[in-house]
T-cell receptor, first 111, second 117 residues
Framework: QKEVEQNSGPLSVPEGAIASLNCTYS??????FFWYRQYSGKSPELIMS????GDKEDGRFTAQLNKASQYVSLLIRDSQPSDSATYLC???????????FGTGTQLKVEL | GAVVSQHPSRVICKSGTSVKIECRSL??????MFWYRQFPKQSLMLMAT?????????EQGVEKDKFLINHASLTLSTLTVTSAHPEDSSFYIC?????????????FGQGTRLTVV
């Protein structure tokens, strides 16, 4: 079982729709969770961080965390073509520890 | 977010030569920096964790004598790929974590695309 699992996609959504990206992790002691966006040929860019159960909203992005189910998700509202990228889920055991990345989900927002 | 600068962004070198990649945190101190490698259409693979003033911790399967890491200050870490071969061609990315606190985010440099010919 992979430590961090994501559906590789591609996930295709029409412009203006909500994109839902999911991630599960295996290490129950994980404390910190991150979503990164990576455009082709570029390095990852931090989108959201979440540390406690529930929802965290930032603009069009909402991160959701359920530690009991070991599940973290990212919702993108009003999806735009510029949101088309690979979204990486990353999990950290505790402060100062390394990040473990999923393989990423490719999102395509179509006109 | 915090700014991490990585240089060079792209390098082509001959097989057998060495290449140095720099990673700088521009507006914060980073006690820990991470070096990743990413092959096309694959996720980031952690190569090593670099702590300021101490030896780097390498992930299993990463040759420490081939990938030399130096973290001499709180704002600079370097990765040197020694005796590069074509199979070392990849996208190398550093990230730096803001010092202090239990929950700190990691920010990435722009990445270095290495091509060994």
């Amino acid at each position: 079982q992979k430590e961090v699992e994501q559906n590789s996609g591609p996930l295709s959504v029409p412009e203006g729709a909500i994109a839902s990206l999911n991630c599960t992790y295996s290490d129950r002691v994980s404390q910190s969770f991150f979503w990164y966006r990576q455009y082709s040929g570029k390095s990852p860019e931090l989108i959201m961080s979440i540390y406690s159960n529930g929802d965290k909203e930032d603009g069009r992005f909402t991160a959701q965390l359920n530690k009991a189910s070991q599940y973290v998700s990212l919702l993108i509202r009003d999806s735009q073509p510029s949101d088309s990228a690979t979204y990486l889920c990353a999990v950290q055991r505790g402060g100062g520890n390394k990040l473990t990345f999923g393989t990423g989900t490719q999102l395509k927002v179509e006109l | 977010g915090a700014v991490v600068s990585q240089h060079p962004s792209r390098v082509i070198c001959k097989s057998g030569t060495s290449v140095k990649i720099e990673c700088r945190s521009l507006d914060f101190q980073a006690t820990t920096m991470f070096w990743y490698r990413q092959f096309p259409k694959q996720s980031l693979m952690l190569m090593a964790t670099s702590n300021e003033g101490s030896k780097a911790t390498y992930e299993q399967g990463v040759e420490k004598d081939k990938f030399l890491i130096n973290h001499a200050s709180l704002t600079l870490s370097t990765l040197t790929v020694t005796s590069a071969h074509p199979e070392d061609s990849s996208f190398y990315i550093c990230s730096a974590r803001v010092a202090g606190g239990a929950y700190t985010e990691a920010f990435f440099g722009q990445g270095t695309r290495l091509t060994v010919v």
